[in-house]
């Protein structure tokens, strides 16, 4: 596709929410908040959008830095860097779908740039930040002139490019409670090549199992095979109360390939992934399992 120049824009650069929030008001249609601009910009390139105002949110010192209460979980500020996240020791230590997801992202110049807000706002069905969260159970904080207000990472989208932030409303954090004894979690991503690629599909799962070994909490999540990130709910339920082994995993795989609505489009075919969807979550869910130890 042919790149042109950024067309013109005027740059603003608040230092508070609330300033953000007043510059979205007062310019509309015509205005788009932005932080690490590695999706945003390449669409003005594109003139796929045309903002008159670019409100960049780097400014504003409360949406930055990781918060980790080994009691409550980890708060996340929209601002976070997909970079800063895979440093984090926390994230990696008990919150690792999301490190494996971040770790498999990008480049470093975009992990550097680049922001799980960013990301999760952009609402593409393959955002690699989506899945796990969502299976770790990650709520998102968002904040408008109106008020505040959070809610799960799975009701955040709506469709390609489309979830239920109000245009005069900004992702603060996004927050991941502290998982239970006994359980972890995994994100696999399939892609053309190993690195910087966006993925065919992504498959999160998160367990936990009681004292004698038996699956008591699953959560599948799988990305890029939908219009969003789909919750399998069905899949999970093949595993809850039972044993996990090759011949569940298998079954789950199989349910979760069930509830995937991919398309066909250049990079595969809606069959192939199909195909993979079952074979990403029987493997995701021996992992998170063997994880568990
Ligand atoms: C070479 C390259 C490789 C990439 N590889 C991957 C990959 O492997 N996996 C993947 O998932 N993505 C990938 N991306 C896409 C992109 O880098 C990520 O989605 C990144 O996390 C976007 O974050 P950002 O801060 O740059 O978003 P921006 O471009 O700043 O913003 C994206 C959108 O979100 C909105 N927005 C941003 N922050 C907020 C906020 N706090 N509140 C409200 N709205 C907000 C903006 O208005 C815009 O619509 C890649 C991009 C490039 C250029």
Redesign the pocket.
């Given at each position: 596709m042919f790149i042109k120049r950024l067309p013109k824009f005027t740059y603003h650069l608040p230092a508070s929410i609330s300033e953000a929030l007043n510059l979205l008001t007062e310019h509309g249609e015509k205005g788009?908040?932005?932080?690490?601009?590695?999706?945003?910009?390449?669409?003005m390139k594109k003139r796929e959008?045309v903002?008159e105002h670019l409100i960049n949110?780097k400014g504003i010192a409360e949406?930055k830095g990781i918060r980790y209460d080994p009691k409550a979980g980890i708060r996340i500020g929209?601002?976070v860097?997909?970079e800063e996240i895979r440093q984090s020791e926390a994230v990696k230590d008990k919150f690792c779908a999301l490190w494996d997801?971040v770790d498999?992202?990008?480049?470093p110049?975009?992990?550097s740039?680049?922001?799980?807000?960013?990301?999760?706002?952009?609402?593409?069905p393959?955002?690699?930040?989506?899945p796990p969260l969502i299976a770790l159970g990650a709520l998102v904080k968002?904040v408008g002139v109106g008020g505040e207000r959070s809610l799960p990472v799975e009701d955040f989208f709506k469709g390609p490019?489309e979830s239920v932030?109000r245009r005069n409303?900004?992702?603060?954090e996004v927050f991941i409670p502290i998982p239970s004894q006994k359980s972890s979690g995994v994100y696999l991503?399939l892609?053309r090549r190993e690195a910087?690629?966006?993925?065919l599909v992504g498959v999160a799962v998160c367990l936990r199992n009681d004292s004698e070994g038996i699956c008591r909490e699953a959560r599948i999540a799988l990305?890029a095979v939908g219009r969003a990130p789909i919750r399998a709910v069905e899949a999970e339920k093949v595993l809850i109360n039972g044993k996990v082994g090759e011949a569940l995993a298998e079954e789950a795989g199989k349910a979760a390939s069930v509830v995937c609505r991919p398309i066909s489009d250049i990079r595969s075919s809606l069959e192939y992934r199909c195909s993979m969807v079952e074979v990403l979550t029987k493997r995701a869910v021996m992992e998170a399992y063997r994880r568990i130890g």
């Open positions: 788009r908040v932005f932080a690490g601009g590695t999706d945003l910009l390449v669409s959008v903002p949110l949406l929209a601002l860097t997909l997801a498999k992202m990008a480049s110049q975009v992990r740039l680049g922001t799980v807000g960013g990301n999760l706002c952009g609402a593409v393959s955002a690699d930040t989506a968002m490019k932030l409303e900004i992702l603060t991503k892609m910087m690629d966006l993925a990305g």
